[in-house]
């Protein structure tokens, strides 16, 4: 089982970019695709952007599209997450996420590995 940990988060104005990380370690993360996630206070976890596990393509939420970047680099076990733009209403904790040749599930379920979060908030 692969173990992630996140990085990055922070408080950042609105209009401001942060990019988050996630570190990955016990796996063979090339085989992995990997999701970002994130959870507001009193909401569910919902997706938020996936990488496949051979980065051949990406998916976006439709709130985020246009605005953040997934993208991964294997020689350093890590994937990011570029948000731009960023909106009070971005304001979570974000989760990454891994399945095992994973071409980009949207699905929370779907993830056997998760990271313990990073917070980002995002004053208006």
């Known amino acids: 089982q692969v173990q992630l940990v996140e990085s990055g988060g922070g408080l950042v104005q609105g209009g401001g970019s942060l990019r988050l990380s996630c570190a990955a370690s016990?796996?063979?993360?090339?085989?992995?695709?990997l999701g970002w996630f994130r959870q507001a206070p009193g909401k569910e976890r919902e997706f938020v952007a996936a990488?496949?596990?051979?980065?051949?393509?990406?998916v976006y939420a439709a709130s985020v599209k246009g605005r953040f970047t997934v993208s991964r680099e294997n020689a350093k076990n890590t994937v990011y997450l570029q948000m731009n733009s960023l909106k009070p209403e971005d304001t979570a904790v974000y989760y990454c996420?891994?399945?095992?040749?994973?071409?980009?599930?949207?699905?929370?379920?779907?993830?056997?590995?998760w990271g313990q979060g990073t917070q980002v908030t995002v004053s208006s």
């Open positions: 996420a891994a399945k095992s040749f994973s071409t980009g599930s949207t699905d929370r379920h779907e993830y056997p590995s």
């Open positions: 016990g796996g063979t993360f090339r085989f992995y695709g």
């Open positions: 990488i496949s596990w051979n980065g051949g393509s990406t």
